[in-house]
């Protein structure tokens, strides 16, 4: 006997149907997550414009454009959301499984930025890959790299991540080695975020807290022995120390008293968009490691405060999606996701931290606004590949198969 439904339950069952699809296909990925992305790159493709618009009047720049560093940011930007789409549409276990593999190719990348006539150097530092008129920071990839390998290792080595021979020592040789290709650069900076991502994802995964402890105090002697035995870190630690006194402002804290005296300008609500009087060839570089003084100073403490807002929400989500994912029996994910909350926000807070003043001096930028094709680029495909473990976790809570 064939049973029928009244045609008013009939129609109320389709209509939930229909509200369940529509809400599926909304839920299919998380667009607030894409949506603070856009904005800090759309952000900081005006502050570069804002910060470098003036760089023509210096010799050094004398043949840009000032609309120079405007367009390539832009095209860094375009390349960065293309790569971002394709990062996207690749499996997350396609991506454990090529972790290793990915992580040597970054390794020999750095070991050619030391070769003469294939590296290039810039103001003492030989950091980049030339590729015609465009240049790669192998550093940059190394990052993400790092959050691949060390999740995969953690996850190989589950069983032994309570013991220090089997479980810490070859991520140990790893990083060291790591270490050594970025000093030769010389890349401090680099060194302790890839430092902090290996540490933390180690941690994560369950390392033994008592050996964490003590090889987190073994790093920072590592870290002082290496300040203390170079010469120009031990001055510029110093000049950190005391940038008000006079063979500091005019030495090795001169961009570091243009910054602060850049955030004193603003004060509130800053001068306004393009009032910049720092970036008049005062504050050296604003448009890379120092963007967030002119933002300091353009947009005041206003703008700063929503800038690390979203940066904290980005890191926020980050380990949401990665406790997601652990919860849904997808532990590579989860440490994958975690990795790169680290990566972003370790690397956010060394630039605003040496922006204000509370750190000594590095080359590091601001994820995804400062100036800078390879920052940008693999900016993006990090947070595109969160994206995926999001999209993942939420197939997987609706019964269907990532």
């Known amino acids: 006997m064939k049973l029928t439904l009244p045609w008013f339950a009939s129609h109320e069952s389709s209509a939930a149907d229909a509200r369940i699809g529509q809400r599926s296909s ?31 009047d210096s010799p050094k720049y004398a043949n840009y454009k000032n609309h120079h560093f405007l367009l390539r940011q832009t095209t860094f930007v375009g390349i960065g959301l293309l790569a971002g789409l394709f990062a996207f549409r690749v499996k997350i276990e396609q991506w454990q499984k090529a972790a290793p593999a990915l992580f040597i190719l970054s390794l020999v990348l750095m070991v050619l930025v030391l070769i003469p006539g294939v590296g290039k150097g810039v103001n003492g530092a030989r950091r980049w890959i030339g590729f015609g008129g465009l240049n790669l920071q192998p550093s940059e990839l190394l990052k993400l790299m790092m959050v691949l390998y060390a999740a995969d290792f953690t996850v190989r080595k589950q069983q032994y991540m309570h013991k220090l021979t089997k ?23 680099a060194f302790g975020v890839i430092v902090c991502i290996a540490m933390g994802i180690l941690f994560l995964g369950g390392f033994n807290i008592v050996w964490f402890s003590g090889i987190i105090g073994v790093l920072g002697a590592v870290f002082s022995l290496v300040i203390l035995l170079s010469p120009w870190r031990r001055e510029r630690l110093l000049a950190y120390m005391n940038p008000w006194v006079d063979e500091n402002v005019l030495g090795k804290a001169y961009q570091l008293s243009h910054s602060l005296i850049a955030f004193g300008r603003g004060e509130l609500f800053g001068v306004g968009l393009g009032g910049s009087v720092e970036k008049l060839h005062y504050l050296p570089e604003a448009h890379t490691d120092f963007l967030l003084a002119v933002i300091g100073e353009e947009l005041g403490l206003a703008g700063v405060l929503l800038v690390t807002m979203a940066f904290y929400w980005i890191v926020r989500r980050a380990f949401e999606i990665g406790r997601q994912s652990i919860a849904v029996d997808n532990v590579f994910a989860g440490l994958v996701a975690k990795g790169i909350g680290i990566w972003i926000g370790v690397q956010t807070f060394i630039n605003m931290g040496v922006n204000l003043g509370l750190l000594p001096t590095k080359g590091l930028t601001l994820p995804l606004m400062s100036y800078g094709g390879s920052g940008v680029v693999i900016n993006c495909i990090g947070l595109a590949m969160l994206l995926r473990i999001d999209y993942e976790n939420r197939v997987l809570m609706r019964g269907g198969r990532a």
């Open 167 to 189: 479980g810490f020592l070859p991520m140990a040789l790893a990083v060291g080695f790591v270490g050594g290709l970025l000093l030769l650069q010389p890349d401090l900076g």
């Open 26 to 56: 909304m839920l299919e990925y998380d667009q607030p997550l894409v949506w603070v992305t856009l904005l800090l790159l759309l952000g900081g493709i005006v502050m570069v414009y804002s910060a470098s618009i003036s760089l023509p």
